[in-house]
Structures are given as structure tokens and as C-alpha cells.
């Protein structure tokens, strides 16, 4: 029975990438390994993988009785519902350590960068194994979508580093161009549905006891959203209801003014004044240079939970 490599639910790129990287990786040290989602694809991952002819992985939704290994998560809210009848050989991350626990030691890789394929470059590099020129183009593009651009407050000197080597072996030559490609991809938003808009990037975590889940689009104009946001609110204040969750964000990022327009369904949105210092109107708030949920939201609103 093959390994099973795969990200957290609603994927994005990066899980979607390091899924086929890892795969790839283990399989020339040995180990028979398949990437897989948890769900179905993004534009945007479509688009990544289309524009390197890279195969997308199997989705599956059941992993009981299978060895796994885990990339971009740790959290047992974004990992399968049965993960805890699995056998999990490692983690490969670049997020908070979760509250996934194993019966055996495993394989960590776990770094403070930008994305979860920077760890997996690293780790290439490390066992001395090359990079095909298609996974390297996927690799690349992850980099860039979870850094965007390296405009994110999570972007290190080690994701540009693993991006200028990817680019070459891609044969990419402008990375500013690829990377605004995809989040022109990422920012179409005409005749997709509400929900499909809020799980397009989506987690869900436990604060304190309290379910909270933080979504987040992108885009390269904020005014692209203007005809969805009222169908945007009415949506997570729907899903709150359905998931009994204590509140939902859903972060409305404008990658070119370098700031986030957070949507608020939630019992108390005292938590969000409590966790940024800005006192939500209407159900929503702007907040000046917010770009990362990793390393920006969900660590601010943890605190203000607790």
C-alpha cells in the first residue's frame, strides 16, 4: 500500500505543491509515496499545475489503516477526521507546532519561513537529491503565492533564496510576472458561488475551547470584491451558524495596498478590537499591513482568546 503525502483541508498551493514534492522526494530515497488533497482544487493551484504539465494528486477523504505524511499542517482541525487512525511517518510545515500527536517518533521538518515548500527545497538540497523542472516550477509558485511576492511579513531571506534557485531550474525568468499571474487567477471572482469564495482559503483552529475559523482572498484590487462582500457576509454568518463556531474572519487582503478588510460573523467581536486594537463598524474592520494570517492574525487572536 503506497504512502499517502497531503496537506490540510480546503487546500491551497503550497499544500497542494509540497503533496507532490514530498512524494516526489521520498519516492527517490525509496519509499513508495503518492500525493493527495483532502478536497478539490483552487484557480489558482489548477493554473500552477497546468502551467508546468504537472499532474494533480488523488483526492481522498479517508486515511484510517494508512501511512502518511502531513505537509503545511499540524493541527488536527484541518487533518482528516479519522488522522488518528493512521500511522504518521512525518510533518513537513512551516506553521506553529499543532496538536497532532503520534505513538512513534517521526520526521519533523518544521521551519519559521514563508511556506512549506522552502522546507522542501532545503530538504532536497540536504539529501542531495535533484529537483525535476516541473516541480521545481510548482515549488516555485507556491513560494510565491504564500509569500506574496514576498510581500508578506512571513517572506525570509530563505524563501528568496530557494525562489532564485527554483526560478533557474524552472527556466523562469521573471518571477514578478509568474507570481502576478497567479493572483490574477486567484482574484477572478465572477459566478463563484459565496461558500466556494469563503472555503477557497480556509482553516479552521480551537482558541481556548472556542472553534474559530479564518479565511482569507486575495486579490491585487480590493474594488474586485465590492459586488460579492454583502453575499460574503451573509455567507459566514451562515456558516458560523452550521459549523457552531465562536466566530469567523473572513480577511479580505489587497496585495498591492498591503492590507487586509476583515469580515466578522462572531459572539463577541470585542476579540478582534481585543487582538488588533481596531474596533470593528458594521461587522468589519480594516487593518493596515495585515497580509499573514500564519504569522499576523492567528497568533494575535490566540492571545486575545486566552
Known sequence: MSILV??????????????IGLADFKKKLGEDTVPAVQGELTPESNFVLEKFNVTAPQIVT???GKDVYLVDHSDLAQSPDDLGEANVLGIVDHHKLGDVT?????ECWIWPVGCSCTVLKSMYNFFNVDIPKDIAGIMLCAILSDTVIFKSATCTAKDKEACKDLAEI???SDMQELGMDMFKVKSAVDGTPARELVLRDYKDFDMNGNKVGIGQLEVV??????????????????????????SIFLLLT???????????????ESVLEKAFGVAPKNGKAWLEGVM?????VVPNLEKAFA
Open 62 to 64: 479517508s486515511y484510517a
Open 102 to 106: 503520534t505513538s512513534q517518533p517521526l
Open 254 to 268: 489587497d496585495i498591492m495596498k498591503e492590507g487586509s478588510e476583515v469580515l466578522i460573523a462572531s459572539d463577541d
Open 221 to 246: 484590487d480590493l474594488s474586485i470584491l465590492d459586488k460579492v462582500k454583502a453575499d460574503l457576509e451573509k455567507d459566514i454568518a451562515a456558516l458560523k451558524q452550521e459549523g457552531g463556531h465562536h
Open 170 to 172: 524552472a527556466g523562469v
Open 292 to 296: 499573514s494570517r500564519k504569522k499576523q
Open 6 to 19: 497531503f496537506g490540510h483541508k480546503n487546500p491551497d498551493t503550497d499544500s497542494v505543491c509540497a503533496a
